[in-house]
């Protein structure tokens, strides 16, 4: 049974650096499509930053040239480095996995940013 636990959120200040961890288990995240969502109070759910199997990303708008997405396969874990972080990034982050009939999501992470 796969499993996904995100870790590293907090409360950050304008300007600063935050990098989210998620651990898989169950799941290899070099099989399946490994993805960061976010959603903000009042808000969809906003895809950030999604990952193939083979390594290729494409970085939604607001992440683009600030967050990105990597991971180690030897742990099995993926990971968000996030840097010139906004009041706008506030949100309830979460790790998906994604695969042909289903996925599994993290029980998410709260990132807040200060002005």
């Known amino acids: 049974q796969e499993h996904l636990l995100e870790s590293g959120g907090g409360l950050v200040q304008s300007g600063g650096s935050l990098r989210l961890s998620c651990a898989v288990s169950?799941?290899?995240?070099?099989?399946?499509?490994m993805a960061w969502y976010r959603q903000a109070a009042g808000d969809s759910r906003e895809l950030v930053a999604p990952m193939t199997s083979g390594g290729s990303t494409t970085y939604g708008d607001s992440a683009k040239g600030r967050f990105t997405i990597s991971r180690d396969n030897a742990k099995n874990m993926v990971f968000l480095q996030m840097n010139s972080l906004k009041p706008e990034d506030t949100a309830v982050y979460r790790c998906n996995a994604k695969w042909s009939l289903s996925n599994s999501w993290g029980q998410g992470i709260q990132v807040t940013v200060s002005s």
């Open positions: 169950g799941i290899t995240v070099t099989t399946y499509t």
